[in-house]
């Protein structure tokens, strides 16, 4: 089965409509400052309430919980993306308020898998990604044969580095827990800006595969 596609860093109404054209399983809205794809005042609420198509997912890190909240309630996200230290309560409780909750970890060679084991039953996907200080978006790929490590059941999301030239790589990935493959960086003219040209290409070469 083909994983599901997420197009993440998004903030430009205008662009987000190409990019919902192309049909994407899941679209993502950071909301971290620190990001250089931060949505900040970019765009408005009742706009991105609106959005049909695809799930709307509130990229977090260490938000506090009130916050994090409040932004799923204003923005009508269905599911959050929790990039920092959030506990397993944490995330158990904003799964119990009925919004996805996606907890991603940075992985490299010291990455201990055995992390995961306290969110298992409080969490509905991981998110593998780049080890970075900045909590993603390096652009920076990791060593994928890691994942032949991990070692629970639950699906996930591939993150950190796909881009046009690896995204065959990418597919050949042999493991029925890929649920997702999440694009950005490698996707766009500006940070927050997607190609759309890129993005049909490469979605048309997931769809021949």
């Known amino acids: 089965m083909k994983p599901k596609i997420k197009i993440c860093g998004l903030r430009d109404p205008e662009n987000i409509r190409e990019v919902l054209a192309l049909q994407p399983d899941y679209i993502g809205f950071i909301f971290y400052p620190a990001s250089k794809r931060y949505v900040g005042t970019s765009l408005d609420d009742r706009w991105i309430t609106q959005l049909k198509g695809a799930v709307k997912t509130a990229v977090l890190v260490d938000a506090d919980e009130q916050e994090a909240q409040a932004i799923v309630d204003q923005f009508?996200?269905?599911?959050?993306?929790?990039?920092?230290?959030?506990?397993?309560?944490?995330?158990?409780?904003?799964?119990?308020?009925?919004?996805?909750?996606i907890k991603a970890f940075?992985?490299?060679?010291?990455?201990?898998?055995?992390?995961?084991?306290?969110?298992e039953d409080v969490v509905d996907y991981y998110l593998f990604d780049t080890q970075s200080p900045q909590h993603g978006g390096t652009g920076k790929r990791f060593d994928w044969t890691l994942l032949q490590g991990y070692p629970f059941p639950k699906p996930f999301f591939l993150s950190g580095g796909i881009s046009a030239g690896n995204i065959r790589e990418a597919l050949e990935i042999d493991d029925?827990?890929?649920?997702?493959?999440?694009?950005?960086?490698?996707?766009?003219?500006?940070?927050?800006?997607?190609?759309?040209?890129?993005?049909?290409?490469?979605?048309?070469?997931?769809?021949?595969?």
């Open 106 to 119: 940075g992985i490299d060679e010291t990455f201990s898998w055995n992390r995961l084991a306290d969110y």
């Open 176 to 209: 029925d827990r890929l649920y997702a493959l999440d694009l950005n960086s490698k996707f766009e003219t500006t940070p927050g800006i997607k190609d759309i040209a890129l993005l049909k290409q490469t979605l048309q070469t997931i769809n021949d595969e």
């Open 76 to 101: 009508g996200f269905q599911a959050v993306q929790l990039h920092g230290s959030e506990s397993p309560g944490y995330c158990g409780r904003l799964r119990s308020a009925g919004v996805t909750v």
